[in-house]
């Protein structure tokens, strides 16, 4: 157990609990930059519709946010429990005994997922 | 507590009764590599102290194999742990989902290679593509990071001029 490790995620989950509270609270995302690749480009990335959907998350409207970005709003939650996995392993010091390893073929297949959810987001 | 590797993946942490249960039954084997802390580095199964009588009763070389060169290189090198190159699978994720720029793709293609590079035993073709993972996530963060900061100024300087025109 590393209490130094342990105050800097408290304060990193504090920060992110207090944007989630201050994104909850701004009454949209209309005042946000947006995406810099579907400004230059016109096409959608893999992450566009990830703000308004958390948007709407946290306003109880699942559907909502599902259609704002479907692959996202499965990867993102997936990659923060696992990420919360390996940095409760790096605050005690050692490894957790339960960790999401998507290994060689999951990780293929999320790569594969991505970039063809990219494809067919600016097709359909 | 043991931990052991299958297939690239680092499994346990598992108690003594148990690997040597697994042992026993094929599960692990002799030449597949275990750790527990305290230990310098990972080691096969079947060089470790605790398990040599499982393994030599439970895995007998197949017949004939001293005599048959080795078609494969063994699947991790001797010196490097299983699970020592870290793949950013899950932060490449999060840059593609978060930052809105394709260099997250391009460390998610990295990123999914390590695994099967170090399946196929490809350390230095495993570390290249971790490094590369790590290296387009982070030129994801930060150019985010550089377009928040001059969208903020940006904005602070149409809100001042709004101030100053406005009597």
């Known amino acids: ?124 | 507590m043991w931990y052991y590797s299958k297939n690239g993946m680092q499994l346990g942490p598992i108690s003594t009764e148990q690997l040597s249960g697994k042992a026993r039954g094929g599960e692990v084997l002799s030449s597949d590599l275990i750790w527990k802390e305290g230990m310098s580095d990972w080691k096969p199964l079947a060089q470790v102290p605790e398990f040599q009588s499982t393994s030599g009763f439970s895995n007998p070389p197949p017949v004939g194999m001293g005599s048959v060169p080795m078609q494969q290189p063994p699947i991790y090198p001797a010196g490097y742990a299983v699970g020592s190159v870290p793949n950013y699978l899950w932060q490449s994720i999060v840059v593609t989902v978060l930052c809105c720029l394709p260099f997250g793709v391009v460390s998610i293609v990295h990123a999914a290679k390590v695994d099967s590079l170090l399946a196929q035993g490809d350390i230095v073709g495993a570390n290249a593509a971790s490094k590369s993972a790590k290296t387009w996530a982070i030129a994801g963060v930060a150019t985010w990071g550089v377009g928040i900061g001059i969208y903020l100024i940006f904005m602070v300087i149409v809100a001042a001029g709004a101030a100053a025109s406005s009597p």
């Open chain 1, 1 to 124: 157990m590393h209490k130094d490790r342990a105050l800097w995620v408290s304060l990193g989950v504090l920060a992110l609990a207090g944007g989630a509270y201050a994104l909850r609270e701004t009454g949209g995302t209309g005042w946000m930059p947006g995406c810099a690749f579907r400004k230059l480009t016109g096409l959608e990335c893999p992450g566009c519709g990830m703000t308004r959907g958390t948007y709407a998350l946290l306003h109880g409207r699942v559907a909502e946010a599902f259609a704002f970005n479907p692959v996202g709003m499965i990867l993102l939650p997936l990659a923060m429990v696992a990420l919360g996995i390996e940095v409760m392993g790096w605050v005690r010091g050692k490894p957790m005994p339960f960790r999401l390893n998507p290994g060689r073929w999951g990780a293929t297949v999320v790569a594969v997922v991505v970039i063809v959810f990219w494809i067919v987001r600016n097709l359909v």
